[in-house]
């Protein structure tokens, strides 16, 4: 391993505002790319702008169509919501274009601190965690939020209230419930890295699973886009379901990598045995 002069903790931290602005740069250069573009892209290339319209408002309305329970409409209740629900969109769409680049910025950031065979595995790393990502915002699309939504509905329509929501509490549940889910379903990979690293034992993690899980509890009840228990056990239960898969894959793992230190020991007892049994040493 090539020899690096160490930094001090300034340097380091200095490092990570590059690349946090970097990363920043990147994902305001994505979010204005997605607020100027049309819907209709064919008419774009052919250079007519006689009915542009945006994609923002298109992707809203498919978010609207794919999401929100029929019955239930959707009111601006200040005059700047629908600019902040453009914005939004926009800025969760750049994130999530730009969610390689901002894996790859991280990894470049604690590369100095790996093994040359580690480094190496740079892409594989990126693909994993951006694949983990990807699952878990897919997860909150398909399952997390619209049963959130229909559960939210049903205590308006047991009560006989005319089911009119704001815009901005609707967007904002989006939002964060597909960013949060995301993040969340990357931690195995954490794990995975710590056990990998020699920070904490695979027998560690088995005996803490009660610990583990009210932590779990706690982190959701966060994440959730809503305060409800129906949420919670949806993201909680694939998320302890992948953390006993990691464990088992890491237990399988860890026997069968051998330790370095037995190899040498091994070959040392070798060495002396072959001393012992040779007259002319």
């Given amino acids: 391993m090539a020899e690096e002069e160490e930094l001090s903790i300034w340097d380091h931290l200095e490092e990570l505002s590059q690349r946090l602005r970097r990363i920043l ?10 607020v100027v573009l049309p819907g209709d892209l064919g008419s774009a ?4 702008f006689s009915n542009y319209r945006p994609l923002l ?3 809203i309305e498919i978010i609207q169509d794919a999401l929100l329970p029929e019955p239930v409409n959707l009111l601006a209740i200040g005059w700047l919501d629908m600019f902040y629900i453009f914005f939004l969109v926009a800025f969760v769409l750049g994130m999530l274009i730009t969610m390689p680049y901002t894996v790859y910025e991280l990894f470049k950031f604690i590369s100095p601190a790996l ?3 580690e480094k190496r595995r740079m892409y594989t790393f990126v693909f994993i965690v951006t694949l983990l990502f990807s699952i878990g915002a897919l997860y909150a699309w398909f399952v997390l939020l619209p049963t959130t ?5 049903g205590f308006v329509f047991q009560s006989n209230i005319v089911p009119l929501f704001a815009v901005k509490d609707f967007f904002n549940m989006v939002a964060f419930g597909i960013l949060g889910s995301g993040i969340f379903y990357t931690f195995p990979l954490i794990i995975w890295m710590l056990v990998s690293a020699d920070l904490i034992g695979v027998q560690t993690l088995k005996e803490n699973r009660k610990q583990l899980f009210i932590g779990l509890i706690i982190v959701t009840a966060v994440l959730t886009p809503d305060p409800t228990p129906f949420s ?3 993201m ?6 992948l953390y006993e898969i990691t464990i088992q894959v890491l237990s399988r793992v ?5 330790d370095p230190a037995i190899d040498i020991g091994i070959q040392a007892s070798r060495e002396m045995l072959s001393r012992t049994q040779d007259p002319d040493t």
């Fill in 25 to 34: 740069f990147v994902i305001v250069l994505a979010t204005v790319l997605v």
């Fill in 45 to 48: 290339l052919r250079l007519d």
């Fill in 57 to 59: 408002s298109v992707v």
């Fill in 115 to 117: 093994y040359p065979h």
């Fill in 149 to 153: 939504f229909n559960v939210l509905y």
């Fill in 232 to 234: 919670m056990l949806l």
């Fill in 236 to 241: 909680s239960i694939p998320f302890y379901i």
């Fill in 254 to 258: 860890k026997k069968e990598k051998r």
